[in-house]
C-alpha cells in the first residue's frame, strides 16, 4: 500500500504561515485515520493533529491552539498540515503517519497512541528562525 510522502518543508521567518502537504496512497485517503506529528531535536516525537477517514472529523492537541489546521483533499490524496505564525519553537521534523486501514481516529493523539500509526513517511524539515 506504499508510504506517505510529505512536502511544504524549509526555512521561515517567524510569523509566516506554512503548508505542509502529505501524499497519501489512494487506498489509504478514506480507509483510515491520518495523523500530523512532529519532533524537535532532541525531544519525543508528538502529535498535532488528526483527521478522520471520511474528512468530516479532526481532532488537535492542546499547544495547537488555531495556528495548525488539517485538511484532506479525497481527489488528490493529500492531506494539509495548514500552518499560521510559525515560532522558533515550531522548528521540528514534520510526518505523517496513517493507521491501518480500517482504523478510525480515537480523538487527540496521546504519546501512547502514536505506535498506532504504522505507515509513516520521510519527514519533512521545518526551521523558524526569529
Known amino acids: 500500500q506504499g508510504q506517505l510522502a510529505e512536502s511544504g518543508g524549509g526555512s521561515v521567518q517567524s510569523g509566516e504561515p506554512r503548508q505542509l502537504r502529505c501524499a497519501v496512497p489512494e487506498s489509504l485517503t478514506t480507509t483510515t485515520c491520518i495523523g500530523w506529528f512532529r519532533q524537535a531535536a532532541g525531544k519525543d516525537r508528538e502529535g498535532i493533529a488528526a483527521?478522520?477517514?471520511?474528512?468530516?472529523?479532526?481532532y488537535y492537541a492542546g499547544f495547537v491552539r488555531g495556528r495548525f489546521v488539517i485538511a484532506k483533499d479525497k481527489a488528490k490524496n493529500v492531506v494539509y498540515l495548514q500552518i499560521t505564525s510559525l515560532k522558533p519553537e515550531d522548528t521540528a521534523m514534520y510526518y505523517c503517519?496513517?493507521?491501518?486501514?480500517?482504523?478510525?481516529?480515537?480523538?487527540?493523539?496521546?504519546?501512547?497512541?502514536?505506535?498506532?500509526?504504522?505507515?509513516w513517511g520521510q519527514g519533512t524539515q521545518v526551521t523558524v528562525s526569529s
Open positions: 483527521i478522520s477517514p471520511a474528512g468530516y472529523n479532526t
Open positions: 503517519a496513517a493507521k491501518r486501514p480500517g482504523r478510525e481516529c480515537t480523538g487527540f493523539i496521546s504519546p501512547d497512541e502514536i505506535h498506532e500509526f504504522t505507515i
